[in-house]
């Protein structure tokens, strides 16, 4: 007994010195920045929110560096675990599969972001495992809580009995399907906001972080593959989930860190611009990477305070790219452009050669739309001189054919227009029809579902000074853009807590029947597809006993749509990108939770 004392009473002291060291470092080094109302530098109080690991990551591979590699390691650590709370570390073992892991078998699965190359989100009904007349039985059957993160915004998938999903501090979990145990855990670079889309051999996941880093790990082990940097800029991240096609992974990249750093009035804005680039799905070698605006940002300017301004700039690839395989062609909607000049690639569906990465042709949907979160600044000072209303293209585009030879590109908007684009005719408009309101974080964000006639999206128009606005799900005709039916949003039950919304910017997901859709307010909904009628309806605002052991508290769903497969229903709550409400639980639904 007196050893097992002497023992605890070495560590305790070496975790005090720890924190000793932690504390000298951050009050020498980093106090510097990071200061309460600090224009450019998250507070202390930030800080202290996010996970040890994303902290250690950001000194030694991300947007720290510069810092980090003034320090040694022991240092770094130090730090880390002065500033940041327990993140995938603090999961008991008990929370870990017993016993060897079984070798993963086929179908059921959802194994990429869409479920299929068009995007459609549209899961069949013998691997959904699930009828119209189950959704009303569906209750929780198990919750699993993401440890030291306060936001859950992964999309799951599933293969061969296993569950795949990312998390806000870089953690990739593979869970079995049915219980929520953990397999294994993989850390990435930042934060994993894409879904893991597995190989269909079942044998490597793929899946990109918030510093636009692109991994494949073996999916029965989590073993490392091969891990590439995708773009050096240091706003740049991966928020689009890869597709996988042909032996090749493409990799959407985004820059919207950039586009909020330009809030700063001191920022030099901007310098970012979107890409997607082409990887060997075997090594990770670079095949080729096709830029969304063809030239370089140069300078143009500098602003009334004296700040550089350089451009053209923007154009991010927010969301999994479209793959067109008999036409060699891939697809996907872009962002604004952050500064002026505006490009005839922003706001716009854009078509590559599938094999070269080679420009077929760009349907700009808005023009001139440029936009950054100066704009959103009492002195504008990185505001463009001639702002746009911000209503990039996040959705991805579904490849829809109407028969006859016919196809339509389905996409919708932030600005709340959908539309009908022809791929066969350099993305000509056939139709477009206005489903939202539109606006900053209006319309549509993160993308629908379709089946073969229908297409669903589900409506954000969010304002912050008014929880009732916004929110409803639309089915549009995919032929002719015709509205079949519109749900408006019930009120929200959480009006007075603060971030309560009806708004629903997050994806839908479709079985036959029923298609399901998330809401600012925490609740996940099932609608059915005949008539809009809502038939199951939870209540995620609220707290869950997790089968990891982890404290976990439902929120805000948003991003994702939820993942139907063998007759389960998964899906994250608590996702706060932006003020709404935060909570970071992973939910598991079965008919009567069993």
């Not at 870990?96 to 086929?106: D, E, F, N, Q």
């Not at 599938?354 to 420009?359: A, P, R, Y």
């Given at each position: 007994?007196?050893s ?6 070495l560590v ?11 504390e000298?470092?951050f009050?020498t ?16 109080s930030t ?15 991300g947007?720290?560096t510069?810092?980090?590699g ?6 770094r650590n ?11 570390e ?5 929370a ?15 194994t ?8 459609s989100?549209?899961?069949?009904a ?10 009303p ?10 440890p ?20 806000a501090d870089g953690?990739?979990y ?27 051999d ?22 490392p593959l ?17 597709r996988?096609e ?13 586009e909020?750093?330009a809030?700063?009035?001191?920022f ?13 799905a ?12 063809s ?18 700039a923007?154009?991010?690839?927010w969301?999994?790219?479209?793959v067109?395989a ?21 706001d ?5 050669d ?6 077929l ?5 808005m023009t ?11 002195q504008k000072?990185?505001c ?21 030879g016919?196809r ?22 056939v ?14 964000i ?6 073969d ?6 409506i954000?128009?969010w304002?912050p000074?008014k ?12 032929a002719?853009?015709?509205i ?43 609608y059915?597809?005949?008539?809009g009628?809502?038939?199951w309806?939870?209540?995620t605002l ?9 404290k ?9 749509g ?21 909570g970071?639980?992973f939910?598991?639904?079965s008919?009567d939770?069993k």
């Open positions: 007994m007196r097992i004392g002497v023992g605890l009473l305790l002291a070496g975790a005090a010195l720890q924190a000793q060291e932690g000298k470092v009050q080094i980093c106090s510097k920045c990071h200061r309460d109302g600090a224009p450019d530098a998250p507070a202390p800080l202290r929110s996010l996970p040890v690991q994303t902290i250690l990551t950001a000194l030694e591979s947007k720290m510069a810092i980090g003034t320090l040694s390691g022991e240092q130090a730090v880390a675990k002065y500033l940041g709370t327990a993140g995938a603090a999961i008991p073992q008990s870990h599969c017993s016993g060897a892991a079984p070798a993963m078998k086929g179908a059921p699965g959802w990429s972001w869409g479920i299929d190359a068009s995007n989100r549209f899961q069949s013998k691997a959904a495992g699930l009828s119209s007349a189950d959704v039985k569906l209750k929780l059957k198990w919750a699993f809580g993401f030291g993160v306060t936001t859950a915004f992964g999309t799951p998938t599933v293969y061969g009995g296993r569950l795949f999903v990312g998390s953690t990739v593979s869970l079995n399907a049915q219980t929520g145990c953990i397999y294994w855990m993989y850390k990435a670079n930042d934060g994993v906001r894409t879904a893991i889309t597995i190989s269909g079942g044998q490597t996941a793929y899946f990109g972080d918030l510093h636009a880093y692109a991994h494949a790990v073996n999916a029965n082990t989590g073993v091969w891990k590439v940097h995708v773009e050096e800029h240091p706003e740049a991240s991966i928020t689009g989930t890869p996988l042909g032996g090749r992974l493409y990799v959407p990249v985004s820059g919207g860190d950039e909020v750093a809030g700063n009035p001191t030099v804005c901007c310098k970012f611009r979107g890409s997607l680039v082409a990887l060997d075997k090594t990770g070698k670079q095949i080729w990477k096709s830029y969304t605006i030239e370089e940002a140069k300078l143009t300017g500098k602003t009334a305070n004296g700040t550089e301004v350089w451009g053209p923007g154009a991010s690839v969301s999994p790219p479209t067109d008999p036409k060699h062609a891939v697809y996907f909607g872009t962002g604004v452009n952050f500064t002026q000049p505006s490009t005839n690639t922003s716009a569906v854009v078509a590559l599938l094999n070269t990465g080679e420009k042709w760009a349907q700009q949907l001139g739309d440029v936009y950054n979160f100066g704009c959103t600044t009492e000072l990185n463009p001189q001639d702002s746009g209303k911000n209503v990039d293209i996040g959705a991805s585009p579904m490849l829809k054919s109407l028969g006859g016919k339509l590109l389905v996409v919708a908007a932030k600005s709340g227009i959908a539309y009908g684009l022809d791929p066969d005719k350099q993305g000509k408009i139709w477009q029809t206005r489903i939202g309101n539109g606006g900053l974080q209006g319309g549509v993160w993308g629908g579902s379709s089946d006639k229908v297409a669903y999206y589900s954000s128009d304002n000074g929880p009732e606005a916004g929110g409803g799900v639309v089915a549009v005709e995919i002719s853009g015709k079949l039916w519109t749900t408006p949003p019930p009120k929200p039950a959480c009006l007075g807590t603060t971030g309560c919304s009806a708004a629903q910017p997050g994806a839908t997901s479709l079985i036959p029947g029923v298609v399901f859709a998330g809401s600012l307010d925490g609740h996940l909904r099932g059915d597809t005949a008539n009628k809502i038939i309806d939870f209540d609220q707290d869950f006993m997790t089968v990891n052991g982890i976990a508290r439902g929120g805000a769903m948003n991003g994702t939820p993942t139907i497969v063998g007759g389960m229903l998964y899906a994250n709550a608590g996702y706060s990108r932006f003020p709404v409400m935060a970071n639980v939910l598991a639904f008919v939770g």
